[in-house]
């Protein structure tokens, strides 16, 4: 299960993946039930989660909403910590994740608006270098797993801040690894050697410990927050969270 999932990510296009891939791993759901682990995205309970990534990391995608750990974290994140299930919001969600979709769209508190460039799921085609809303629009920005994509993610970040209201936040991840600095060569164009040194035959860069500062040259005030850290064990173990996964929390800046 690991090989055949991780040659199906690396090599079949995203757009083709979100329009066909739940129907597929909801019949797979049948096959892991049990309540050893729980999705506190959709509340369905299994043995285990299965595998997911490149190199296949256990225990990662529910079957049932395809959530995966940091999806579970980020959506816990937003029931403890942000004011995201109690006040009336507008919402931009970038390049939208197919286990919030529904959920986010069926919160009556949000005026809730999906975005990206090619994505089949968002209702808005969108540039992120150019987004297509005035200054000052949106309370909240999600942007996850994008920046890493982009030719210049800086702007990316500017235009995400521009378009936040003055008291708007965001959150803005990507993979992150345990190297100084971000690297990035835009000279490189061959898919091969783009996954040798970023990661991933589509990135265009790798992020180091540098993330936090390198996106708030954009304008942005970005905060890393160890919210993970705060959770009793019990709840990281059940939810399957990511035990050193950094929220990224943007709020607008000048």
Known sequence: MKSLISFIIRYIPRKYLQLVSHFFLRIM??????NQV???VCDHSFRKFLPYGRKGRDNALCPNCLALERHRLMWLFLQQETNFFTDKLKVLHIAPELCFIDRMEAMKNLDYITADIESPLAKVKMDVHQIPFEANTFDVVFCNHVM???DDDILACSEIN???KPNGWGIIQSPVYDIPETIEDKTITDAAERERLFGQ???VRKYGHDYAKRLSQSGLDVQENLFVKTLDPAVVL???LPENEVIFYCEKGR
Request: with cysteine; net charge positive.
């Open 162 to 164: 521009r378009v936040l």
């Open 201 to 203: 035959r589509d990135h």
């Open 148 to 150: 890493e994509h982009v």
């Open 38 to 40: 729980t999705c506190n």
């Open 29 to 34: 759901a049948v096959f892991y039930q049990g």
């Open 238 to 240: 059940k939810n399957a």
